[in-house]
């Protein structure tokens, strides 16, 4: 059995990793799906949000499907990588990622959504071109639904299971996270191993939570409106 | 130079207006709901009309035939927008930076830092928008909008909410800045007197359609004639400023000089006079011993009138129009080529920087 | 949904033998007119949701040692008559192109990664341990080895083509008719005996009911069809036993 | 009744106003960041003050000492916001119902559909407010505080976009809403005469505090002599109608009449009448042949002079102040007592319904 | 082994009163989340937001603890439902809803924390006390996060599957839900049953996200805005 700490290691790594890929990516699905018309757009809707419409463990043999050589991307990666992705950290962050996007892209969304187009139309007539205009209107006007989803996904990605274990096995020291890590003490009967990784868990969950509500401060200086209706 | 030819069908409103604005400024004048708003956003590209084209300085930025359509952010116009629309999770400060920033550094031709002190701003440029007061919010949308040395410069009834003191100074800058830089404006307003002083054409729209165009004067006698949609006819006169007393102030006028109230002005400085038709009473002979101080004589060249409204055009020099009733037109035994004398006050009088 | 569920017994049994108990326990209600209840899961879930948090099962069917040991210890098993009931083995498998291995010792000189199932938590994963440590293999392919959460993934890895060869039992091997897989030997021994345990669980409400399926399974050819079609071997001691009338 | 006394300190402004509204119509003026809206605020019961206390109809509605603090939806104050607050996801008839289905039928004083009516949004009914024009939204923000048939009115600039006409015709409407249910209006405005005719009461607020609280005439004359607050001073006249022809319309007030363009109003009914101290000619003797048809001979009760301006209080039956200059004063030899003639045209008269 | 039917059927009215409880709670929570001051507020977001921090098994685990016959609020059940709730379709629909209230909440939070209160204020003033204020004011502009609210909780609680099996056992025709049945299927190599089950989580997914659209849609009479920027 691997140790506490390089398991909360590997497990934040692979999190990290995993919201670093769904935050961008979720990004610019959500400003697709918030601002843009185009063909295929339930399509990409309902694809993105799959993941959240299935059990974890079939998002897990997806993927193993996908990952797999039978597969185009599978036999992409499997040239780039070397071998087959599948049962490699990488394999759990994008079982990671992939379960994430959904939350990720749904907040997103919604608060892209949100923001005046006014305020974006007048950006644009003030010379910022719709790049800018996103990453300096739209998207600090969004922050709450942003860092919201953020969080939904960062955590999400720490506490994943059922598909990391399908596509990424569940091998100490390699692919084995904090919950893989929780599971099996618990079916080993190690209850103290299994609570001491869980009230890790629990930790993690605050610190994400406390940065989440800090981020949110940080940047509501939006609202500081000094209304007090009783 | 921009020249525009805009159609636009909504449910209940069609919009169809056409037109040329030079280098000055333009007012446009029109009921609640005439399209005024339309126009400018039109303009400004943060609306794209139905069908048209949109030429500036020779450049085709819209044109549904042709299929252009150059983004707002190219065309580089500065817009004040009716409800200010500042952005709220800005400072004042980096609301005002915001477009200057992206304004490479030759082409920038206005000081932000003259523009937030004009403007009465210095003092509020680390409060947020939802701290400001509704005068404080649309002063920001001003500068905001002049910060980027715009090639046309929209405003959308940007003086509603201020006091007349911050209305005068801020029509003066608006003025000067045009004078030196040579933005055209287009100043949407409600108000004769707000644009009469600082406009060299003024379009009136009603029902999504112009009504008319022309020198402001021209157009103000119109609307006025009509009744609805200006407060009254005012005479703009250009002139420079004469002696000074200490309660009155001369200002020379073609061959002739009028008394205004003490202004702040050197001798020889040029500026826009602007007199109500209604404040001047007409006399057929010289009138003596009145308060009034200005005492002008002159001929009739024209006499309208419609809706029990009378006006008279008189040369004094300059061409003058009065504003009287059809009663005293015909009690004074008044008509076309009448030597008749022209009396005001020079309360009457709005001087206003050239 | 039924208006008694307390009258029903509620089996605990390893998701494995979902199939095959759910047919037998229509087959029992088609003759007795009694229904039988079930709980699938993870054996070692299973057992920990009884011993450790009061779950309200009336008998348990498990594949393994340690889960029924673990209800051995909390005392919920009756003396004696709790042995193995059914039988399973281990199989390797590999991709359609792997060719047929004579022994183990054969899985060391080729190529490829192997999916077996975490010793810790997947049963068939402990055998396809031991079989290799006895065949004196282990130390050279433990670096290939890759560890899946239960069997069925090991599987998966190897019909998605993200290995090569995969430990599974030989019942799993019968009941996928999937062509993507080839069976390359059934490894016979060196690990400990693969069984299932069928008992009540003591002081459970229903726990007769249990005792009651549990006879008609051992004594009804058809039941017994049905487990043998799935590739589970019966233990003959038993069946032979319960076919001369009761088992105490 | 409204009495309050109400105290803020923000970063850079601190705030201490107090003063009784009656049941008239009180305006607020002052310059842009003085401290209007927040008063209206407070009233509203939309902003709470640091310290202080507000009292309606003998309610305590407010009070730090005693920890007093009616919410909002207890006040029934109807307030119409500087930037209109409309409900975005509302159409406009739900906006205006929204109030008014909360209100008991029996306390119900006004009719929606009249409101609409007379606001001219008959057509706007189903729009939603993103599809409104700055005017359209201002009127409809003023039609839904009135639904709920407040017991306090407060408006905060609610004319600022709008035309002439409009600006008449609700002026009027709100006049009368005003006359018949007797609601206290508290009406924040830059705009003199857009408040003269209404207001019976003036409050002058500067940086936070009250500069003066008085009847419009003394404290616009007070603001007038100051020069930086007000455009100019309006005497207000109250009067019934008399005959009219086609072109003019007699106003009788006490003892005098006034000739003002022609009104549509019957013979006998009771109007207020606005006069800019600015466009009254002072002659000490008759004059004859003028085209203006206004003289009215009186007596100077009381001259005042301040920053360079000088206005004469007239005795001609009422009093009427007129502005001149020193000039005029010392030339015509006209001090206190001095009998003299008011010269003013009727088009310089604006008449409202009283 | 229970027909599909009555798997979907099952699956759809645990979803459903999983989600009928956690709308309602999520919003009172996001509230005095969103609008209100108050000591504990951090900590009660933490509790809320925990089953997302933990592996759905633990918080299976943690429920059934506290369902079971041992603890106190376990008893309490079991006298007002005369036994256990574990084990019953009950269970299933509580685990459903505590692991789906995180999703919710968020979501909500942001969504309210987002409307105006100067609207808010006006409303307030035009007589509408502040619990219809916020039904008739703040609820339907924040629409778009509440319904992204809603729909990441439905589609969540129906894909709810690792803390179920724990409290909820999976028991066909009484417990068992898709991702349950898709599970034992894939276990017992009934893979043509698993996949028929699969897919049917993705329609029932892809009904959810039309319906979201559609609410959408329904409520977006509010931002009409013409405005066509390039
Ligand atoms: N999104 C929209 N959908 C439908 N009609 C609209 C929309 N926006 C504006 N209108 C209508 O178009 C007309 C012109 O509006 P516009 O805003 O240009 O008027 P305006 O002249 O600026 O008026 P104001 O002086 O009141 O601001 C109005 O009748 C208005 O109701
Ligand atoms: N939330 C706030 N925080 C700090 N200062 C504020 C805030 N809101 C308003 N102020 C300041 O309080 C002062 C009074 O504001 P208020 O809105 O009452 O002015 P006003 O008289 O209505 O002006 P205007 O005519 O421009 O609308 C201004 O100086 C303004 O900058
Ligand atoms: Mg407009
Ligand atoms: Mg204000």
Not at chain 3, 98 to 119: C, F, K, M, V
Request: glycine share 8%; net charge negative.
């Amino acid at each position: 059995m691997s140790s506490d700490a390089s398991i909360i290691v590997l497990s934040f790594q692979i999190a990290l990793v995993a919201t670093g890929v769904t935050l961008p990516v979720g990004m610019l699905i959500a400003w697709l799906l918030a601002r843009k018309q185009f063909h295929g757009k339930f399509a990409l809707d309902v694809f993105v949000s799959l993941p959240l419409a299935l059990p974890p463990v079939v998002v897990g043999y997806a993927l193993l499907w996908l990952v797999g050589t039978h597969s185009w991307f599978g036999s992409l990666g499997e040239s780039v990588f070397g071998s087959t992705l599948a049962f490699t950290w990488i394999a759990a962050a994008l079982a990671a990622a992939v379960v994430s996007l959904p939350l990720v892209v749904r907040s997103f969304t919604a608060a892209l959504a949100g923001v005046d187009p006014r305020l974006e139309v007048a950006a644009r007539g003030l010379g910022s071109g719709s790049f800018r205009t996103f990453f300096t209107i739209t998207l600090p006007l969004a922050y709450r639904g942003v860092i919201a989803g953020a969080l939904l996904g960062f955590v999400r990605a720490l506490s994943e299971f059922g598909a990391t274990i399908v596509v990424a096995g569940n091998i100490p020291g390699r692919t084995q996270t904090i919950p893989a890590a929780i599971f099996t003490r618990i079916s080993a009967g190690d209850s103290d191993a299994a609570w001491r990784l869980t009230i890790v868990s629990i930790l993690l969950g605050v610190m994400a939570l406390a940065t989440h509500n800090w981020l949110l401060k940080l940047s509501s200086t939006v609202s500081r409106d000094s209304s007090e209706v009783g | 130079m921009i020249s525009f030819d805009l159609r636009i069908d909504r449910r209940g409103f069609s919009f169809d207006v056409s037109g040329q604005f030079d280098e000055g400024v333009t007012a446009v004048f029109g009921p609640s709901g005439a399209g005024k708003t339309t126009l400018l956003n039109c303009l400004a590209g943060s609306m794209r009309p139905d069908s048209g084209s949109i030429e500036i300085d020779g450049e085709n930025v819209y044109s549904s035939a042709d299929g252009i359509w150059v983004r707002p952010e190219k065309r580089r116009i500065g817009t004040v927008y009716q409800d200010g629309a500042l952005f709220p999770h800005l400072s004042v400060r980096r609301n005002i930076d915001f477009g200057w920033k992206l304004v490479p550094a030759e082409q920038r031709r206005l000081d932000p830092l003259e523009i937030v002190e004009l403007l009465g701003l210095s003092d509020l440029l680390e409060r947020m928008p939802s701290e400001l007061s509704g005068g404080e919010r649309q002063r920001v949308a001003i500068a905001r909008a002049l910060a980027i040395s715009p090639r046309l410069f929209l405003l959308d009834e940007p003086l509603a909410s201020l006091d007349v003191a911050r209305k005068g100074s801020i029509l003066n800058y608006l003025k000067r800045v045009h004078d030196e830089f040579k933005i055209p404006m287009v100043y949407v307003s409600h108000s004769v007197t707000e644009v009469v002083s600082i406009a060299s054409h003024a379009m009136l729209i009603r029902d999504g359609s112009v009504l008319g165009f022309d020198r402001p004067s021209a157009l103000l006698l119109t609307a006025a004639l009509d009744g609805s949609s200006v407060e009254r006819f005012e005479n703009i006169l250009h002139g420079v400023v004469g002696e000074s007393t200490d309660q009155l102030t001369t200002i020379e006028i073609d061959r002739i000089s009028i008394s205004t109230r003490h202004q702040n002005k050197n001798p020889g400085e040029k500026v826009v006079v602007s007199l109500g038709a209604n404040q001047i009473i007409l006399a057929p002979s010289e009138p003596n011993q009145l308060s009034a101080r200005n005492v002008l004589k002159g001929r009739v060249k024209e006499i309208w009138s419609s809706n029990g409204k009378v006006f008279a055009e008189v040369d004094v020099g300059p061409e003058i129009i009065v504003e009287l009733t059809e009663s005293a037109l015909n009690e004074l035994g008044i008509s076309v080529r009448s030597d008749v004398f022209l009396i005001f006050k020079s309360s009457s009088v709005d001087v206003f920087d050239a | 949904v039924s208006d008694n569920d307390e009258n029903i017994p509620l089996i605990f049994a390893a998701a494995s033998l979902s199939d095959v108990l759910e047919d037998s326990a229509e087959l029992y209600e088609n003759e007795t007119e009694k229904r039988i209840e079930f709980s699938f899961g993870g054996s070692l879930t299973l057992a920990n949701q009884i011993t450790q948090l009061g779950a309200p099962a009336d008998g348990v069917f498990l594949v393994g040692d340690t889960a029924i040991s673990r209800i051995s210890a909390a005392d919920m098993l009756n003396g004696d008559g709790n042995g193995a009931v059914l039988f399973n083995q281990i199989a390797l498998i590999g991709t359609n192109n792997s060719l047929p291995l004579e022994s183990l010792t054969d899985l060391a000189g080729r190529e490829g990664r192997i999916a077996i199932g975490n010793p810790e938590l997947a049963p068939a994963g402990h055998y396809a341990k031991q079989a290799m440590m006895s065949a004196g293999v282990w130390n050279q392919l433990s670096d290939r080895l890759v560890l899946t959460s239960d069997v069925r993934s090991a599987m998966a890895a190897v019909t998605s083509g993200n290995v090569d060869f995969a430990f599974v039992y030989t019942s799993d091997v019968t009941s996928s008719q999937n062509n993507s897989f080839k069976q390359l030997t059934v490894i016979e021994d060196g690990y400990d005996q693969i069984f299932y345990t069928f008992a009540p669980i003591s002081g459970a409400a229903n726990h007769q009911a249990v005792t009651d399926f549990k006879s008609f399974l051992l004594s009804s050819k058809q039941a017994q069809d049905i487990f043998n079609a799935a590739g589970f071997q019966w233990n003959v001691l038993l069946t032979r036993i319960t076919d001369t009338g009761g088992h105490h």
